[in-house]
């Protein structure tokens, strides 16, 4: 997987390394983002022909556990 291009931030919860999970068997591919320590898991973002589904979990991922200290 491109991880580069969407890069994450640590987890808010445990600082432990977030990863992207897919489900490409299902009718509607999407994905979502979860701690691969603690399991703190994002909203699941399905894919379209408009949006990129890492883009968009991605940004919520890092804007939401870390919008209360952006500089
Ligand atoms: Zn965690």
């Known amino acids: 997987m491109e991880k580069e291009k969407f890069p994450l931030k640590c987890c808010p919860l445990c600082g432990c390394e977030a990863e992207f999970m897919f489900d490409e068997d299902s009718k509607l591919p999407y994905t979502y983002i979860v701690c691969t320590d603690c399991g703190l898991q994002s909203p699941i973002f399905q894919a379209d ?14 804007r939401r556990f870390y919008e209360s200290e952006e500089k």
């Open 49 to 62: 022909v408009d949006t990129c589904a890492m883009q968009e979990a991605a940004g919520f991922w890092n």
